[in-house]
């Protein structure tokens, strides 16, 4: 991909023009294949289903090309996708509905004790500062909103940034804790990955 095509990188979620190519390279080569049959697995693990936020203002934060869970959710009322290279994604066409960028502070373009609900599926383990992107969704969530998240628990490689199951919940320690699992990844995604997803509460 052409260097003037890609929309400037926030420095905590992609520290360099060789992670956003790495990124978008992974979506072209294994990613769109895979369609958006995961989503519906990831909501699963969460006792959810695709008609579990009917009606509310739903975020998925770090979504990729196809919108995240939103790709697959029903009736929302109001969506919100986001991702560090909506630009891109937008090109693409995947998503039904717009991708929302982030700016180079880690704010995405989304308001304010906005949504009821939020996702974030592997996007953490994505950025050297994962404390910015939990601090914005405590920002675009209402009081009481809930956000459901998932974490690959990897090893230290180009592009990903080692979480355990304790860091990611102190990065978590204002918000009231749900519910935490952990186990394998998802059959068609990355099974050989140890992972945690965790509910919370924004307090």
Not at 174 to 183: I, L, R, Y
Request: aromatic fraction near 8%.
């Amino acid at each position: 991909m052409d260097d003037d095509c890609r929309p400037p990188p926030f420095p905590g979620l992609s520290p360099d023009g060789a992670e956003v190519s790495q990124e978008i390279r992974s979506w072209q080569e294994r990613g769109l294949s895979l369609g958006t049959d995961r989503y519906r697995r990831y909501l699963a693990l969460f006792g959810s289903t695709t008609s579990s936020c009917v009606g509310q203002a739903v975020c998925d934060y770090g979504c990729g090309p196809f919108g995240g869970v939103l790709s697959v959710l029903r009736d929302v009322g109001v969506a919100f996708p986001v991702d560090i290279l909506a630009e891109e994604y937008n090109l693409w066409g995947y998503s039904a509905f717009p991708i929302h960028t982030i700016d180079a502070e880690g704010r995405a373009d989304v308001p304010s004790a906005s949504c009821d609900v939020a996702f974030c599926l592997q996007c953490l383990d994505h950025t050297a500062e994962p404390s910015v992107i939990v601090a914005d969704l405590f920002r675009i969530l209402k009081p009481g909103g809930v956000l459901r998240l998932f974490v690959h628990l990897r090893e230290r490689t180009k592009g990903h940034y080692p979480l355990t199951v304790s860091q990611t919940l102190r990065l978590l320690a204002p918000w009231e804790v749900c519910s935490v699992d952990t186990g394998r990844d998802i059959p068609n995604n990355e099974p050989e990955l140890e992972a945690v997803w965790v509910t919370v509460l924004r307090p």
